[in-house]
């Protein structure tokens, strides 16, 4: 008989075939599908982002941990309709225009569903209107920018003022990552905060939605 506790284990390996026959035997024998979510999902890649930080996992483990949990969460999602389910609060993301690099995009993202948030992924080559237009149409309370060139790095400044310009700035917290972004340049563009990596990213989000 499968348990909750054998998806945090199958999570950390990134095993989506084990994770999803183990979440539908425990569906099928009517196991709370917020248990299986909380309790075993997200448990196992609260593990993964942990192991990640020290340097015990690297970014094509944590992608693969990622998915996997993904799977379970889509199986178990299908259960609980009727059910509100409560978010961590909800971020706009993308990679800004000129660059159309999306792996770590895509790894803060889906590392963001698995903890609660409703994410909206713009995803690659995000014009400055783009953002500001989902802003508008969404109302996140985080905008997370990502660029992994130099040279399309002042394009995070641009939405920046475009937020401000829109009367828009002030509803919500804008982060920043990427290869080449640092901590002093999202200071000097009025950033909220900077993301070294997609499990201090997640960190972030949680500390600025408090």
């Not at 953002?131 to 920046?160: R, Y």
């Not at 563009?189 to 900077?194: L, S, V």
């Amino acid at each position: 008989m499968a348990n909750v506790q054998e998806l945090v284990s199958f999570v950390i390996s990134g095993d989506v075939d084990k994770v999803k026959s183990t979440t539908q035997q425990l569906l099928d024998a009517g196991e709370d599908p917020m248990k299986i979510i909380d309790d075993g999902l997200v448990n196992g890649i609260n593990v993964v982002g942990e192991r990640f930080k020290e340097g015990e996992m690297y970014v094509p483990e944590m992608m693969m941990s990622a998915q996997a949990m993904k799977a379970g969460v889509e199986l178990a999602k299908e259960k609980v309709s009727g059910i509100e389910i409560t978010t961590a609060g909800k971020v706009v993301i993308g990679t800004v225009a000129g660059d159309l690099h999306d792996i770590g995009k895509n790894l803060v993202a889906m590392m963001l569903e698995s903890s609660g948030f409703d994410v909206v992924d713009l995803g690659v080559d995000v014009e400055t209107d783009g953002f500001i237009a989902a802003v508008k149409e969404h109302n996140p309370q985080i905008v997370g920018m990502s660029a992994l060139l130099t040279t399309t790095m002042p394009a995070m400044k641009d939405v920046i003022a475009a937020l401000q310009e829109g009367g828009l700035r002030n509803d919500v917290k804008v982060i920043i990552g990427g290869a080449p972004v640092t901590k002093e340049y999202a200071n000097e563009i009025g950033a909220d905060g900077f993301g070294a990596d997609a499990a201090l990213a997640i960190d972030l989000c949680k500390e600025l939605v408090v």
